[in-house]
């Protein structure tokens, strides 16, 4: 059973627009929500993460955007460049720990035209 | 600094053989995890070792098991290989109880 779902599947977006992939959870004891980005031929890396205690997380072009209570949350990937063309994957975890696994969601691949 | 190597990066074997995948954690690191991510889709957690002892497993069958050793390296071995256990195989490892993350880049196993 999917606990994550995330869309869309693919994203292409002119360089300089805004880039937005969302995400939809369903176990509320998920209380860390990190997004991870992976090159080919690479592993995944954490790009940003945020606890339900706040509603948007900003590190530099990148934000999220999480809804408790609709249990949804979002990556703004603002000013695109072709150096963002990956693919990215929302996460959640039960507790904001090492010990917790992660789950992911499917994947969003994202391509930003010059 | 390091951070999570893993070995080999390619491997392809039979159905029914027995593999063999390898980590080392990033440098202060002393949890590994493993993920199996297939082609396509996002990273699925296979288990966890801490103090070489299995904390925690996925929905993967007893086919999948690991080992961690002293040095917190740590071992995947699946036996009886399917089809469908070709996948990019990841390893992460983690250290103080809040720290994030880090993924190695993978094993491409491919099974025929």
């Known amino acids: 059973q999917q606990q994550v779902k995330q869309s869309p599947q693919s994203l292409i977006v002119q360089k300089g627009g805004i880039s937005i992939i969302n995400c939809a959870y369903e176990?509320?004891?998920?209380?860390?929500f990190p997004w991870y980005q992976q090159f080919p031929g690479k592993g995944p890396a954490l790009l940003i993460a945020?606890?339900?205690?706040?509603s948007e997380k900003k590190e530099g072009r990148f934000t999220i955007s999480f809804n408790k209570s609709a249990k949804q949350f979002s990556l703004h990937i603002m000013d695109s460049q072709p150096g963002d063309s990956a693919t990215y994957f929302c996460?959640?975890?039960?507790?904001?720990?090492?010990?917790?696994?992660?789950?992911f969601g499917s994947g969003t691949r994202l391509s930003i035209r010059p | 600094d390091a951070g999570v190597t893993q070995s080999p990066t390619h491997l392809i074997k039979t159905r029914g053989q027995q593999v063999t995948l390898r980590c080392s954690p990033k440098?202060?690191?002393?949890?590994v995890s493993w993920y199996q991510q297939a082609l396509g889709q996002g990273p699925q957690f296979i288990f966890q070792?801490?103090?070489?002892?299995?904390?925690q497993r996925g929905n993967f069958p007893d086919r999948f098991s690991g080992h961690q050793f002293p040095n917190y390296s740590s071992e995947l071995n699946v036996n009886a290989l399917l089809l469908g256990d070709s996948a990019l195989y990841l390893c992460?490892?983690?250290?103080?109880?809040?720290?994030?993350?880090?993924f190695g880049n993978g094993t491409r196993l491919t099974v025929t």
């Open positions: 992460a490892s983690s250290g103080q109880e809040s720290s994030p993350l880090h």
């Open positions: 176990n509320t004891a998920f209380d860390y």
């Open positions: 945020i606890r339900p205690d706040v």
């Open positions: 996460a959640a975890s039960g507790r904001y720990s090492s010990a917790s696994k992660i789950i």
């Open positions: 440098s202060g690191h002393d949890t």
């Open positions: 070792y801490y103090e070489e002892e299995e904390r």
